[in-house]
């Protein structure tokens, strides 16, 4: 069983940057067992996918809207997962959710599987003022 708790959103302005931690705890297994991605979601839309680490950190992916001003980090001796965002814009603004998924195969497709059979987090809210 997997517990995600993220912490880190707020209000910023446009331009800022902003840095999303999510804290897991685990039990019948190990933090290495998992890769682990960030999501977001706007009310009234579906979830979106934004970059995802495999279990080592050796190899992350990041989708297209949020390269170059997003990047996903972890670290496994503290059991942390970590999104360094800049350049926010007010399109940002959204819920932002952490997932964990045992998954072999690279970080891509450790997102879409993160969908599928993850174990999510309640979410921190960030909010990119104009």
């Known amino acids: 069983q997997v517990h995600l708790v993220e912490s880190g959103g707020g209000l910023v302005e446009a331009g800022g940057s902003l840095r999303l931690s999510c804290t897991a705890t685990i039990s019948g297994g190990t933090f290495t067992d998992y890769a682990m991605g960030w999501f977001r979601q706007v009310p009234g839309e579906e979830r979106e996918g934004l970059c995802a680490i495999n279990w080592s950190g050796m190899s992350a992916y990041h989708v297209d809207s949020v390269k170059g001003r997003f990047t996903v980090s972890r670290d496994n001796g503290k059991k942390e997962l970590f999104l360094e965002m800049t350049s926010l814009k007010p399109e940002d603004t959204a819920m932002y959710f952490c997932?964990?998924?045992?998954?072999?195969?690279?970080?891509?497709?450790?997102?879409?599987?993160?969908?599928?059979?993850?174990?999510w987090g309640q979410g921190t809210q960030v909010t990119v003022s104009s």
């Open positions: 997932a964990a998924v045992t998954y072999a195969g690279s970080a891509k497709g450790a997102l879409g599987e993160m969908l599928r059979s993850g174990f």
